[in-house]
Each structure stands twice: as structure tokens, then as C-alpha cells.
T-cell receptor
Framework: GQQVMQIPQYQHVQEGEDFTTYCNSS?????IQWYKQRPGGHPVFLIQ?????EVKKQKRLTFQFGEAKKNSSLHITATQTTDVGTYFC???????????FGSGTRLSIRP | DTEVTQTPKHLVMGMTNKKSLKCEQH?????MYWYKQKAKKPPELMFV???????INESVPSRFSPECPNSSLLNLHLHALQPEDSALYLC??????????????FGPGTRLTVT
């Protein structure tokens, strides 16, 4: 079945370093969403990308959707302790009205 | 109001108990979802309601029984659960038909422990 692979599983960075997480699909996606879940919290929607090659920025966060619409990335510049959490990509499943979550990347930060 | 509320926050129940989880949203959203999330794993979809009708059941065991009394409320009735059902149960909603193209608003979840 359709899967969305997300790497890396964990990333531990020094505060101020950059961070990137990647999502890859074997099939073309109509869109991709990104969510953030803080420790002990619930997923919170960050952004949705729809167009091929789309790039969107939210302050220090940059989201990209690949030209073939099969991969996406989230890049955080100069991480801060508030960035700690698990970042999930999510994409619609082609045969049903729902989204599938990637496995998530857990970001931890050394102050 | 862009909030999804869930009660209770925590629940401990025995394997013979019957309990219910409740979810409420007042955003006028017409799609509502139940997810199960185990530690260090992504949310797994259980049920989808669209316009108060069950549209997706992800082959969930019958010991989980969803109910949508009206467009703002979603319940999950629990009966004869197993210890492996212990998890965070998340409710979510989205604006229109569940096409996978709308952002989902998640509630804070109910942390369930089955003893």
C-alpha cells in the first residue's frame, strides 16, 4: 500500500544548528502536509504544499515540495529550544479519503 | 473558536470496564476523526465521520465503538479492552468532506491505560 517514508528518525542538534527532515513517497502526491507534535502534546498543523516545486517559509522554517511531487522537506534554520518535538509529514492516501502520516522525525536540542 | 476539546485527559480502566471518550468541536467542521497513537509512533487512523455518518472504519476491533450524536460531538465507546489498547487517543476535525486536502485540527487527546 501507499507509504510515506520519513528520515531521519531522530536528530539531536546543538541549539543554533540547522535541522532538516525529509519525506519520500513512491507515488505522486496531490499534496503534503506537515505537523508538529511537542512532547506530551498533540499534532499541530504547520503547512500544506500543493504545487510542484513549491517552497513556503514560516519564519525560520522552510518547506519544499519536490518537482515530481514525490518528496518534501522541512528545514529549520538556527534551531531554538522551542523547536523541540516530533515533525510529521502527512499525505492523502490515493484510494481513500484520509491522510497517512510519515513515521516522524524527533528533534531534540542541546542548549 | 479553533479548538477541539477531549475528555477525559487521562483514563485508567480495567479489561471488563465500559467507558467512553468524548470529543467536541465548534468550528462547524463536517469531518471528524479518531486516531490511536502509541509512544514514539505516528497517529493511526481508526474512524472517519463525514456529515455525521461513518465513512471509514480502519478494521478496528468491535471493542471500540464510535458514535457521532451531532455535527459537533464525537464519542468513542470502549468495552472489554486489552492492555495493548493503552495509547493516546486523538480526536481531530477538518472543515469539509474528508478528502485528505484539508488541515486537521487535533484535540489534546485522552491518555488511556488498560490494566
Amino acid at each position: 500500500g501507499q507509504q510515506v517514508m520519513q528520515i531521519p528518525q531522530y536528530q539531536h542538534v546543538q541549539e543554533g544548528e540547522d535541522f532538516t527532515t525529509y519525506c519520500n513517497s513512491s507515488t505522486t502526491l496531490s499534496n503534503i502536509q506537515w505537523y508538529k507534535q511537542r512532547p506530551g502534546g498533540h499534532p499541530v498543523f504547520l503547512i500544506q504544499l500543493v504545487k510542484s516545486g513549491e517552497v513556503k517559509k514560516q519564519k525560520r522554517l522552510t518547506f519544499q515540495f519536490g518537482e515530481a511531487k514525490k518528496n518534501s522537506s522541512l528545514h529549520i534554520t538556527a534551531t531554538q529550544t522551542t523547536d523541540v518535538g516530533t515533525y510529521f509529514c502527512a499525505a492523502p492516501r490515493s484510494s481513500a479519503s484520509k491522510i497517512i502520516f510519515g513515521s516522524g522525525t524527533r528533534l531534540s536540542i542541546r542548549p | 473558536d479553533t479548538e477541539v476539546t477531549q475528555t477525559p485527559k487521562h483514563l485508567v480502566m480495567g479489561m471488563t470496564n465500559k467507558k467512553s471518550l468524548k470529543c467536541e468541536q465548534h468550528m462547524g467542521h463536517r469531518a471528524m476523526y479518531w486516531y490511536k497513537q502509541k509512544a514514539k509512533k505516528p497517529p493511526e487512523l481508526m474512524f472517519v465521520y463525514s456529515y455525521e455518518k461513518l465513512s471509514i472504519n480502519e478494521s478496528v476491533p468491535s471493542r471500540f465503538s464510535p458514535e457521532c450524536p451531532n455535527s459537533s460531538l464525537l464519542n468513542l465507546h470502549l468495552h472489554a479492552l486489552q492492555p495493548e489498547d493503552s495509547a493516546l487517543y486523538l480526536c481531530a476535525s477538518s472543515q469539509d468532506l474528508p478528502t485528505g486536502n484539508d488541515e486537521q485540527y487535533f484535540g489534546p487527546g485522552t491518555r488511556l491505560t488498560v490494566t
